[in-house]
């Protein structure tokens, strides 16, 4: 199917990102060496975005943009609080992991893919170059000599979800996409190579509302995009960071707010957004045409924003 079909269909999505975790973490490492540099740290959430809708008149879809990660060892490695597992956290907006058909994996870092056996009816989406990069980078690195000098390549990579990928593979659950492509109707995925990882990808949203952007770690931050500075941490080329929020800035015509960043606590304030209990948050980034609010009616004396 060609890119202008894809456009020219009346497409349209309901959009939310939730927050499934909270960890503390040094500004820099999002922000960027030089701007953030000696900046402390704050409390950014762990997020995926459901999105729900289709070609209008047509078959419903419900996806999920990455999946989170496991209650497991990730944990106590860093400095995560308020860990969710999937159906309490879809259940805020009323649907639950099995209704999710398609999980569009930005990249495969372990807080990005490591949950998807929690959604037991899904198939996902990976770049090719993206599970080649990492089968390639774990047979390398098993060159080295200690452990210590394995753990920068692991640092955000659990070599277990590779083989579990692998497993996926072989049952049907994992597709691979090559380059540019759609997906579902009116989303199509998006290859930035060598951006973050070795085969990123972001998700362009085609609504009635116009155009709305996933784009996972490769914008950790609104200000990565905004100064065009890429973040501290990243695993690939800094260059091919900053020619994707070029392709982003183009789609979306310089409206920023329409692209979901992957860890910015931000897009609370530039959405209607909900915290609950837990302090765990939701954001209502568009509903389509006919869908209601999920924010809940509460007591002014309630965290809602």
Same mark, same amino acid.
């Given at each position: 199917?060609?890119?202008?079909?894809?456009?020219?269909?009346?497409? *349209?999505?309901?959009?939310?990102?939730?927050?499934?975790?909270?960890?503390?973490?040094?500004?820099?490492?999002?922000? +960027?060496?030089?701007?953030?540099?000696?900046? +402390?740290?704050?409390?950014?959430?762990?997020?995926?975005?459901?999105?729900? +809708?289709?070609?209008?008149?047509?078959?419903?879809?419900?996806?999920?943009?990455?999946?989170?990660?496991?209650?497991?060892?990730?944990?106590?490695?860093?400095?995560?609080?308020?860990?969710?597992?999937?159906?309490?956290?879809? +259940?805020?907006?009323?649907?639950?992991?099995? *209704?999710?058909?398609?999980?569009?994996?930005?990249?495969?870092?372990?807080?990005?893919?490591?949950?998807?056996?929690?959604?037991?009816?899904?198939?996902?989406?990976?770049?090719?170059?993206?599970?080649?990069?990492?089968?390639?980078?774990?047979?390398?690195?098993?060159?080295?000599?200690?452990?210590?000098?394995?753990?920068?390549?692991?640092?955000?990579?659990?070599?277990?979800?590779?083989?579990?990928?692998?497993?996926?593979?072989?049952?049907?659950?994992?597709?691979?996409?090559?380059?540019?492509?759609?997906?579902?109707?009116?989303?199509?995925?998006?290859?930035?190579?060598?951006?973050?990882?070795?085969?990123?990808?972001?998700?362009?949203?085609?609504?009635?509302?116009?155009?709305?952007?996933?784009?996972?770690?490769?914008?950790?931050?609104?200000?990565?995009?905004?100064?065009?500075?890429?973040?501290?941490?990243?695993?690939?080329?800094?260059?091919?960071?900053?020619?994707?929020?070029?392709?982003?800035? *183009?789609?979306?015509?310089?409206?920023?707010?329409?692209?979901?960043?992957?860890?910015?606590?931000?897009?609370?304030?530039?959405?209607?957004?909900?915290?609950?209990?837990?302090?765990?948050?939701?954001?209502?980034?568009?509903?389509?045409?006919?869908?209601?609010?999920?924010?809940?009616?509460?007591?002014?004396?309630?965290?809602?924003?």
């Amino acid at each position: 199917m060609t890119e202008r079909s894809s456009i020219e269909r009346r497409t *349209d999505w309901s959009i939310w990102s939730l927050a499934y975790c909270q960890a503390d973490m040094a500004k820099d490492f999002f922000g +960027g060496a030089g701007i953030y540099s000696n900046a +402390g740290n704050c409390i950014i959430p762990m997020i995926y975005t459901l999105l729900v +809708g289709g070609e209008v008149g047509g078959k419903q879809h419900v996806a999920l943009v990455d999946c989170g990660f496991q209650n497991n060892h990730w944990l106590t490695r860093y400095a995560f609080s308020e860990w969710e597992d999937p159906k309490k956290v879809l +259940g805020r907006i009323g649907f639950a992991p099995e *209704d999710v058909d398609t999980i569009l994996v930005t990249h495969m870092h372990f807080d990005h893919m490591g949950n998807f056996e929690a959604f037991p009816n899904a198939k996902l989406y990976i770049q090719f170059d993206e599970y080649m990069g990492w089968s390639d980078a774990v047979c390398s690195v098993h060159q080295h000599q200690t452990e210590e000098e394995k753990e920068w390549v692991f640092s955000s990579f659990d070599p277990v979800d590779l083989m579990r990928a692998a497993q996926g593979v072989s049952d049907g659950r994992i597709k691979f996409i090559r380059g540019d492509e759609e997906i579902l109707p009116g989303i199509r995925a998006r290859l930035a190579k060598d951006s973050h990882t070795f085969g990123s990808q972001w998700f362009e949203i085609n609504t009635l509302n116009g155009p709305f952007i996933a784009a996972g770690d490769i914008v950790y931050w609104y200000s990565n995009i905004e100064r065009m500075w890429p973040p501290g941490y990243h695993q690939g080329n800094a260059f091919n960071q900053i020619k994707a929020y070029r392709q982003m800035r *183009d789609l979306v015509k310089n409206k920023t707010e329409r692209v979901i960043p992957g860890h910015d606590s931000e897009i609370w304030n530039r959405h209607l957004a909900w915290t609950a209990p837990n302090g765990n948050q939701i954001a209502e980034i568009n509903l389509k045409d006919g869908d209601k609010s999920r924010r809940p009616v509460a007591p002014r004396s309630s965290q809602l924003k």
